[in-house]
């Protein structure tokens, strides 16, 4: 999955995406305490920062 894919889903589920320096953030207004660190790298994400990503997001 590119990190465009995860942004998309993310936003689906109510996550509101942040410019960062060399990540953007996903937020979520429910969740202020977690903050997820998206990369901005061309390409698929490595697939375990992917299931870390997706378990943090509870959408696995």
């Known amino acids: 999955m590119t990190?465009?894919?995860?942004?998309?889903?993310?936003?689906a589920k109510?996550?509101?995406i942040?410019?960062?320096?060399?990540?953007?953030?996903?937020i979520h207004p429910d969740k202020p305490k977690i903050q997820i660190?998206?990369?901005r790298h061309t390409g698929d994400i490595p697939t375990?920062?992917?299931n870390k990503?997706?378990?943090?997001?509870d959408l696995k």
């Open 3 to 11: 990190a465009k894919e995860l942004k998309r889903k993310l936003k």
């Open 14 to 16: 109510g996550w509101i």
């Open 18 to 26: 942040k410019q960062g320096g060399r990540h953007e953030l996903a």
């Open 37 to 39: 660190a998206i990369h």
């Open 48 to 50: 375990g920062t992917l």
């Open 53 to 57: 990503i997706l378990k943090d997001a």
